[in-house]
Nanobody, 116 residues
């Protein structure tokens, strides 16, 4: 499975960005797709993820501001980020997990910078 992310950039606090990730390859083996981020000097953390069936999970810090969505027909996952804060700054990575503890795949990161 190959993942390609789009949509990072520079935005002022309070603004919005939309990240997209396109998956290709053995898509039918993938259940969960999600977004992680890594801020400077910090560990990579889960931001949001969504199962093939549409179950979503968010880190507390983004609840109410970010929305993850998925189009199984187009093999894409998106992250709509609203009311961005400087602490949302980081490199955002798309991740895909196969069913039943199978392989995990990472895309290259896309940088999101939120200025105060």
């Amino acid at each position: 499975v190959q993942l390609q992310a789009f949509g990072g950039g520079l935005v002022q606090a309070g603004g919005s960005l939309r990240l997209s990730c396109a998956a290709s390859g053995r898509i039918n083996s993938v259940n969960v797709m999600g977004w992680y981020r890594q801020a400077p000097g910090k560990q990579r953390e889960l931001v949001a993820q969504i199962t093939r069936g549409g179950f979503t999970q968010y880190v507390d810090s983004v609840k109410g501001r970010f929305t993850i969505s998925r189009d199984n027909a187009k093999n894409t996952v998106a992250l709509q980020m609203n009311s961005l804060k400087p602490e949302d700054t980081g490199v955002y990575y798309c991740k895909a997990n196969e069913y039943s503890g199978g392989m995990a795949y990472w895309g290259k990161g896309t940088l999101v910078t939120v200025s105060s």
